[in-house]
C-alpha cells in the first residue's frame, strides 16, 4: 500500500457503459469523441484512463476494431497507461466483453468479481429525457437488470490476462467480491499481489459513504493481507465521486474519476468533460501533497508486481 505522502496514480474513465449520452453532451460517443476525451483526461493529469467503447449513437459495443481505433488514437498523442473494460455492458456475452483485451493489449484490465444487481436508473420519477430508442430501452429495463460475473468467467478472464501480459484490476463492489479474490489467489487463478479498485455507490453494491469505504478498506487488508497491493477508489456519482477521491487520496490510495462514474463538478452544474474532473482530483492531491505518479511509475509497479 502507498503511504499518504507517495505519488498517487489517477485513472480517468471517460466514458463507461452505463451513463446515458441523453444525459450529458460530456459522454463522448465514438472513437473519435472517445480518443480525444481520453487525451484530454491525460494531458490533465491522468496516470491511467479507462475505456469503454461506444457506437456514434452512444451504445456500447465490445467492437476489437472500434477498441484498436481508440488505443491507436491515445498511443499516438501520449504515454496514459492503457486500462480496457472486461465489464463491457451488462448485456454483453462474454467473448464480448473480452474483444477489447484481445484486440488491444493493455496495461491494465478490469475483473470483477460477482454477480449483482445492477441498477442505474431504479426511480421511474428521475428518469431523464432520452433521444435514442437504445437509451429508451435501458429505462424500461430497469429493475431487471443483472451483472453476471460467474466463476468460470472470472477463470477465463483471468487466464487470457495471463496469457497476454496484462495486469487485472480487481473491481470490488461489495465485500463478497474481497472474498472471491482470496479464493481466485489461494487456487492459484490470480497471481500476488493484486490491484483492487472499490467501486461505491452502485444500487447493488455497497454505499457511497466514507463509512462504507474504510468497512472495505479494513476487510481488504484482513482478507488479502500482504497479497494486497494498491488501492483505487471511485466513487459514483455527484458528491461521491470527489469526497471520496478527497478521503482516499488522504488516505494512501489511489482514485478513479470520470464520466463514467459521475456527470457533475458542482452540484448545479455538469462537467464539461472528464479532464475537468481530473483537474480537481489533481487540486485534491496538490492540496495534500501527493504528486501525481506517472505513467512510467505506474508501469514499474505493473512489471514488479508481475515479477512478485
Known amino acids: 500500500m502507498r503511504a499518504p505522502y507517495d505519488p498517487i496514480a ?5 466514458t463507461g457503459g452505463d451513463v446515458l449520452p441523453s444525459q450529458s453532451p460530456a459522454v463522448p ?23 469503454h467503447a461506444r457506437e456514434p449513437d452512444g451504445r456500447p459495443t465490445g467492437s476489437a476494431a ?4 481508440i488505443v491507436t488514437g491515445v498511443r499516438e498523442q501520449c504515454d496514459v497507461v492503457i486500462n480496457v473494460t472486461t465489464g463491457g455492458s451488462v448485456d454483453m456475452t462474454p467473448d464480448q466483453r473480452l474483444e477489447g483485451v484481445v484486440a488491444v493489449v493493455p ?7 460477482g454477480t449483482m444487481n445492477f441498477e442505474g436508473f431504479p426511480t421511474r420519477s428521475r428518469w431523464p429525457e432520452v433521444r435514442h430508442d437504445w437509451e429508451r430501452r435501458v429505462l424500461e429495463h430497469s ?26 484490476e480487481l473491481e470490488v463492489y461489495d465485500l463478497s467480491h474481497l472474498s472471491m479474490a482470496r479464493f481466485l489467489i ?9 490491484r483492487v ?19 472495505l ?15 483505487s477508489v471511485a466513487g459514483v456519482g455527484y458528491p461521491a465521486e470527489l469526497r471520496l477521491a478527497a478521503i482516499a487520496a488522504a488516505s494512501g490510495m489511489d482514485v478513479r474519476v470520470g464520466i463514467e462514474d459521475n456527470l457533475r463538478i458542482r452540484r448545479r452544474r455538469q462537467a464539461a468533460d472528464s479532464a475537468e474532473l481530473v483537474a480537481a482530483a489533481v487540486t485534491i492531491a496538490d492540496r495534500l501533497e501527493r504528486p501525481i505518479a506517472t505513467p512510467a511509475r505506474l508501469r514499474a509497479e505493473l512489471a514488479a508486481a508481475s515479477r512478485s
Request: some cysteine; aromatic content about 6%.
Open 217 to 231: 478498506r479494513e476487510a481488504a487488508g484482513r482478507i488479502l493481507g500482504p497479497d494486497l497491493a494498491a488501492v
Open 186 to 194: 489461494d487456487e492459484g487463478t490470480l497471481a500476488a499481489p493484486v
Open 107 to 113: 496495461d491494465i484490465a478490469t475483473l470483477n468479481l
Open 66 to 69: 472500434m477498441f484498436k481505433e
Open 10 to 14: 489517477i485513472t480517468a474513465a471517460v
Open 29 to 51: 460517443c465514438g472513437p473519435e469523441a472517445i480518443t480525444e476525451a481520453a487525451v484530454a483526461a491525460a494531458r490533465a493529469g491522468a496516470t491511467a484512463v479507462h475505456l
Open 197 to 215: 479498485q472499490f467501486v461505491l455507490g452502485v444500487l447493488g453494491g455497497a454505499g457511497s459513504s466514507p463509512h462504507d469505504l474504510f468497512a
Open 143 to 168: 429493475g431487471t437488470v443483472v451483472f453476471t460475473n460467474t466463476l468460470a468467467m472470472m477463470r477465463r478472464f483471468v487466464t487470457t490476462f495471463r496469457e497476454l501480459g496484462v495486469t487485472p
